[in-house]
């Protein structure tokens, strides 16, 4: 059964949104609540057959008395003429852009030192170059003049994101770009927030992770303060609300929706070693070896 949006029906007719990454996992529950809610989506991402495909099946969705409509457009949101001809696309078509949600990204698992140049950069030109992007497109083609509301979609990167660095600097660094561009862009009546998902599982955020995925989900539900993983729909809410008029006062702030998980145990295991610096000499390292090794003065 699909969920129902807990927002009032057609609090978004008439809007049109432009969700990238729309066509899977949290950007398509983003799409297809929106829709739901009354407004026009245009889905983006670089597969243009699948693009189709999902949007085929949420037009099928759409009410006939509903002014929502869904436009997929194909867009590698690293290559800034595509991100261009996507925003001027859609202002030919529907002659506005009323919201922007950043969704489309993509990291793989590596750890830093098995990373190369051409890996890292790519991770920072989709997550932080792509957002970029994008932003600054609608801004300068519509929001600027009209005004709107932006929404980033970032990660649970606050602990710093072992096993997937570079994704972690990508989005704390789209968390500050968030905060630039609410300040940069508030006299237009652009309101510019973050939202920061904890482990969100999807059937596609499983595939992308090959066979590393049913455990990479299964093991990490112990970390979470929930004892469950989230669902994208869990994460659409979050972002309706904050393109709504309910968030009329809210800009510049990155929302956790992570059921408290960035502030508890991480999943990064450290080995026992003894590779650290030796603590300096002195009485309170002689009671902590007294403490920890209290045979040795046998
Ligand atoms: N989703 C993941 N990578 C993307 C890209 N380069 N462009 C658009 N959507 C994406």
Same mark, same amino acid.
């Given at each position: 059964?699909?969920?129902?949006?807990?927002?009032?029906?057609?609090?978004?007719?008439?809007?049109?949104?432009?969700?990238?990454?729309?066509?899977?996992?949290?950007?398509?529950?983003?799409?297809?609540?929106?829709?739901?809610?009354?407004?026009?989506?245009?889905?983006?991402?670089?597969?243009?057959?699948?693009?189709?495909?999902?949007?085929?099946?949420?037009?099928?969705?759409?009410?006939?008395?509903?002014?929502?409509?869904? !436009?997929? *457009? $194909?867009?590698?949101?690293?290559?800034?003429?595509? &991100?261009?001809?996507?925003? =001027? +696309? #859609?202002?030919?078509?529907?002659?506005?852009?009323?919201?922007?949600?950043?969704?489309?990204?993509?990291?793989?698992?590596?750890?830093?030192?098995?990373?190369?140049?051409?890996?890292?950069?790519?991770?920072?030109?989709?997550?932080?170059?792509?957002?970029?992007?994008?932003?600054?497109?609608?801004?300068?083609?519509?929001?600027?003049?009209?005004?709107?509301?932006?929404?980033?979609?970032?990660?649970?990167?606050?602990?710093?994101?072992?096993?997937?660095?570079?994704?972690?600097?990508?989005?704390?660094?789209?968390?500050?770009?968030?905060?630039?561009?609410?300040?940069?862009?508030?006299?237009?009546?652009?309101?510019?927030?973050?939202?920061?998902?904890?482990?969100?599982?999807?059937?596609?955020?499983?595939?992308?992770?090959?066979?590393?995925?049913?455990?990479?989900?299964? !093991?990490? *539900? $112990?970390?979470?303060?929930?004892?469950?993983?989230? &669902?994208?729909?869990?994460? =659409? +809410? #979050?972002?309706?609300?904050?393109?709504?008029?309910?968030?009329?006062?809210?800009?510049?702030?990155?929302?956790?929706?992570?059921?408290?998980?960035?502030?508890?145990?991480?999943?990064?295991?450290?080995?026992?070693?003894?590779?650290?610096?030796?603590?300096?000499?002195?009485?309170?390292?002689?009671?902590?070896?007294?403490?920890?090794?209290?045979?040795?003065?046998?």
């Amino acid at each position: 059964m699909a969920a129902v949006s807990v927002f009032k029906p057609g609090l978004f007719n008439q809007k049109v949104a432009v969700v990238t990454g729309g066509g899977t996992g949290i950007g398509k529950a983003i799409s297809t609540e929106l829709l739901e809610l009354g407004c026009s989506v245009v889905i983006s991402s670089r597969n243009a057959e699948r693009l189709q495909k999902v949007a085929k099946e949420m037009r099928q969705k759409i009410p006939a008395s509903s002014p929502a409509s869904v !436009t997929p *457009v $194909p867009c590698n949101i690293r290559n800034e003429e595509e &991100v261009n001809n996507l925003v =001027s +696309s #859609v202002l030919r078509q529907y002659g506005r852009i009323d919201y922007l949600v950043n969704n489309g990204g993509g990291q793989f698992s590596s750890p830093v030192e098995n990373m190369t140049s051409k890996g890292w950069k790519a991770v920072i030109d989709t997550n932080l170059t792509g957002t970029f992007h994008c932003c600054k497109e609608v801004y300068t083609a519509y929001m600027k003049k009209h005004g709107g509301v932006i929404v980033n979609i970032i990660a649970d990167m606050w602990k710093g994101f072992p096993g997937m660095a570079h994704t972690g600097a990508a989005r704390a660094a789209v968390d500050n770009l968030t905060k630039s561009l609410a300040i940069e862009w508030a006299s237009s009546g652009v309101r510019v927030n973050a939202v920061a998902p904890g482990t969100i599982f999807s059937k596609t955020a499983m595939e992308n992770y090959k066979e590393l995925g049913p455990h990479l989900f299964k !093991t990490s *539900v $112990p970390f979470s303060p929930a004892k469950r993983l989230g &669902v994208p729909e869990e994460i =659409s +809410s #979050v972002v309706c609300f904050l393109l709504s008029p309910a968030a009329s006062f809210i800009s510049g702030a990155t929302l956790k929706v992570d059921a408290g998980q960035s502030l508890y145990r991480t999943m990064w295991e450290i080995p026992d070693h003894q590779a650290w610096p030796e603590a300096p000499e002195g009485e309170n390292l002689v009671a902590l070896k007294e403490l920890l090794e209290p045979q040795s003065k046998l």
